[in-house]
Protein backbone atom coordinates (compact mmCIF):
# COMPACT_ATOMS: atom_id res chain seq x y z
CA UNK A 1 0.00 0.00 0.00
CA UNK A 2 1.44 3.39 -1.09
CA UNK A 3 1.31 5.82 1.67
CA UNK A 4 1.67 9.83 1.37
CA UNK A 5 5.49 10.29 1.46
CA UNK A 6 6.89 12.94 4.14
CA UNK A 7 9.00 15.41 3.53
CA UNK A 8 12.52 15.51 5.60
CA UNK A 9 13.10 19.39 6.55
CA UNK A 10 16.37 19.72 7.60
CA UNK A 11 19.28 22.65 8.05
CA UNK A 12 21.43 23.18 5.00
CA UNK A 13 24.60 21.73 4.40
CA UNK A 14 26.65 23.81 2.15
CA UNK A 15 28.89 20.69 0.70
CA UNK A 16 26.10 18.90 0.10
CA UNK A 17 23.14 20.55 -0.71
CA UNK A 18 24.48 24.21 -2.36
CA UNK A 19 24.84 22.26 -5.85
CA UNK A 20 21.19 21.79 -5.88
CA UNK A 21 20.27 25.10 -4.15
CA UNK A 22 22.32 26.82 -6.99
CA UNK A 23 20.19 24.64 -10.10
CA UNK A 24 16.65 26.07 -7.97
CA UNK A 25 18.25 29.55 -8.19
CA UNK A 26 18.55 29.36 -11.13
CA UNK A 27 15.88 27.47 -12.70
CA UNK A 28 12.77 28.78 -10.73
CA UNK A 29 13.80 32.11 -9.38
CA UNK A 30 16.29 33.56 -11.83
CA UNK A 31 13.59 33.35 -15.14
CA UNK A 32 11.42 35.53 -13.10
CA UNK A 33 13.84 38.68 -12.06
CA UNK A 34 13.26 41.77 -13.84
CA UNK A 35 16.89 42.28 -13.04
CA UNK A 36 19.57 42.86 -16.09
CA UNK A 37 21.78 40.39 -16.66
CA UNK A 38 24.85 42.29 -14.69
CA UNK A 39 22.67 42.77 -11.72
CA UNK A 40 22.05 39.18 -11.37
CA UNK A 41 25.45 38.43 -12.48
CA UNK A 42 26.32 40.25 -9.38
CA UNK A 43 24.15 38.62 -7.07
CA UNK A 44 25.25 35.22 -8.01
CA UNK A 45 28.55 36.04 -7.31
CA UNK A 46 27.10 36.91 -3.47
CA UNK A 47 25.35 34.04 -3.10
CA UNK A 48 28.11 31.84 -0.90
CA UNK A 49 27.98 34.69 1.07
CA UNK A 50 24.14 35.34 0.69
CA UNK A 51 23.75 31.99 2.13
CA UNK A 52 25.61 32.35 5.29
CA UNK A 53 23.99 35.70 6.43
CA UNK A 54 20.65 33.87 7.21
CA UNK A 55 19.05 30.98 8.14
CA UNK A 56 18.52 27.99 5.09
CA UNK A 57 16.49 25.25 4.85
CA UNK A 58 16.28 22.13 3.23
CA UNK A 59 13.30 19.76 1.52
CA UNK A 60 14.48 16.26 0.64
CA UNK A 61 12.13 13.51 0.16
CA UNK A 62 14.26 10.90 1.68
CA UNK A 63 17.29 12.01 4.13
CA UNK A 64 19.83 10.69 1.36
CA UNK A 65 18.30 12.38 -1.51
CA UNK A 66 19.37 15.88 -2.98
CA UNK A 67 17.21 19.06 -1.84
CA UNK A 68 13.66 19.49 -3.92
CA UNK A 69 13.17 22.66 -2.31
CA UNK A 70 14.89 25.29 -0.14
CA UNK A 71 13.66 28.47 2.16
CA UNK A 72 16.51 31.15 3.55
CA UNK A 73 15.61 33.83 5.46
CA UNK A 74 17.33 36.14 8.12
CA UNK A 75 15.86 37.56 11.63
CA UNK A 76 15.51 40.92 12.61
CA UNK A 77 14.16 41.02 15.58
CA UNK A 78 10.28 40.79 15.48
CA UNK A 79 10.48 40.83 11.67
CA UNK A 80 11.36 37.33 9.27
CA UNK A 81 12.71 38.30 6.23
CA UNK A 82 12.31 35.22 3.31
CA UNK A 83 15.02 36.32 1.22
CA UNK A 84 14.45 33.17 -1.09
CA UNK A 85 12.29 29.94 -1.66
CA UNK A 86 12.23 27.45 -4.56
CA UNK A 87 10.53 24.06 -4.81
CA UNK A 88 11.70 21.99 -8.00
CA UNK A 89 9.05 21.57 -10.72
CA UNK A 90 8.19 17.85 -9.78
CA UNK A 91 8.23 18.46 -6.43
CA UNK A 92 5.73 21.39 -6.87
CA UNK A 93 2.49 20.98 -5.08
CA UNK A 94 3.18 17.96 -2.82
CA UNK A 95 3.61 20.21 0.45
CA UNK A 96 7.34 20.72 0.46
CA UNK A 97 7.03 25.03 0.24
CA UNK A 98 4.81 24.99 2.66
CA UNK A 99 6.73 22.10 5.28
CA UNK A 100 9.63 25.05 4.47
CA UNK A 101 7.11 27.75 5.15
CA UNK A 102 6.10 25.79 8.46
CA UNK A 103 9.38 25.47 9.63
CA UNK A 104 10.86 28.65 9.15
CA UNK A 105 8.31 30.45 10.86
CA UNK A 106 7.95 28.46 13.89
CA UNK A 107 11.71 29.15 14.23
CA UNK A 108 10.85 32.85 13.90
CA UNK A 109 8.10 32.34 16.22
CA UNK A 110 10.41 30.73 18.62
CA UNK A 111 12.92 33.72 18.44
CA UNK A 112 10.46 36.54 18.81
CA UNK A 113 9.66 37.52 15.67
CA UNK A 114 5.66 38.77 15.39
CA UNK A 115 6.05 39.60 11.09
CA UNK A 116 7.23 37.88 8.35
CA UNK A 117 7.85 40.01 5.04
CA UNK A 118 8.75 38.69 1.33
CA UNK A 119 8.79 40.26 -1.98
CA UNK A 120 7.29 38.39 -5.36
CA UNK A 121 8.25 39.40 -8.07
CA UNK A 122 5.35 40.88 -10.02
CA UNK A 123 5.04 38.44 -13.07
CA UNK A 124 5.20 34.80 -10.02
CA UNK A 125 1.67 34.46 -9.93
CA UNK A 126 2.13 30.87 -8.83
CA UNK A 127 4.26 32.35 -5.93
CA UNK A 128 1.89 35.05 -5.12
CA UNK A 129 -1.11 31.85 -5.17
CA UNK A 130 1.36 30.27 -2.64
CA UNK A 131 1.86 33.03 -0.05
CA UNK A 132 -1.71 34.43 0.04
CA UNK A 133 -2.86 30.33 0.81
CA UNK A 134 -0.41 31.00 3.70
CA UNK A 135 -2.02 34.32 4.93
CA UNK A 136 0.59 36.85 3.27
CA UNK A 137 -1.17 39.89 2.00
CA UNK A 138 0.33 42.23 -0.81
CA UNK A 139 1.00 45.58 1.42
CA UNK A 140 2.46 47.88 -1.24
CA UNK A 141 3.72 47.60 -4.86
CA UNK A 142 7.74 48.37 -5.92
CA UNK A 143 7.56 49.58 -9.53
CA UNK A 144 11.02 49.97 -9.78
CA UNK A 145 12.17 46.29 -8.76
CA UNK A 146 8.79 44.77 -10.29
CA UNK A 147 7.65 43.27 -7.24
CA UNK A 148 5.07 42.67 -4.71
CA UNK A 149 5.70 43.13 -0.83
CA UNK A 150 3.87 40.89 0.98
CA UNK A 151 3.15 40.50 5.10
CA UNK A 152 1.92 38.14 7.70
CA UNK A 153 1.63 38.81 11.33
CA UNK A 154 1.21 36.33 13.99
Same mark, same amino acid.
Given at each position: ???? #????????? &??? =?????????ETQLVPLTHLKPKEVEVIRK =?? &?????? +?????????? +?????? $????????????????? @????????? $? *?????????? $???? #??????? @????? *???? *?? #? $????? +????????????????????
Amino acid at each position: MEGR #RSEIIRYRH &PGL =DDPAIVQLIETQLVPLTHLKPKEVEVIRK =DM &PARLRR +GVTFVACRDS +GEAPVG $FIHFMLHGELMYIDMLA @VAPAAQRRR $F *GAALMEQAEG $FARS #RGCRLAK @VMVDA *GNRK *GL #R $FYHKL +GYQIIRTHSTSHCYELEKTW
